[in-house]
Nanobody, 114 residues
Framework: QVQFVESGGDSVQPGGSLRLSCAVSGGDFNYLLVGWYRQARGNQRERVALRNMGGGSTNYADSVKGRFTISADYAKKTVYLQMDSLKPEDTAVYYC???????WGQGTQVTVAP
């Protein structure tokens, strides 16, 4: 059973940057699909980034394309979400998980405000 634990959320000013981390345990890291998701207050959860660890392919939501980058450190079994040029609209609780998952962690809060 694969587990995902996200961390790194913080409060930042518009235009700032932040890097979230996702510690992965269990399963074969090199065979996983790992996504970053977010849920803003009053909104549905949406996937903002996806990475195929085996092939390295990535996919981004239009709302974050060009600003967010998903990457991985295979030695550390950690997936990152680098967030640049942050906007107030990026404020949300961020989660890492795999597509089709039914269990979700606590998430990590990202707040972008003056």
């Amino acid at each position: 059973q694969v587990q995902f634990v996200e961390s790194g959320g913080d409060s930042v000013q518009p235009g700032g940057s932040l890097r979230l981390s996702c510690a992965v345990s269990g399963g074969d890291f090199n065979y996983l699909l790992v996504g970053w998701y977010r849920q803003a207050r009053g909104n549905q959860r949406e996937r903002v980034a996806l990475r195929n660890m085996g092939g390295g392919s990535t996919n981004y939501a239009d709302s974050v394309k060009g600003r967010f980058t998903i990457s991985a450190d295979y030695a550390k079994k950690t997936v990152y979400l680098q967030m640049d040029s942050l906007k107030p609209e990026d404020t949300a609780v961020y989660y890492c998980n795999t597509p089709g998952a039914t269990r979700w962690g606590q998430g990590t809060q990202v707040t972008v405000a003056p």
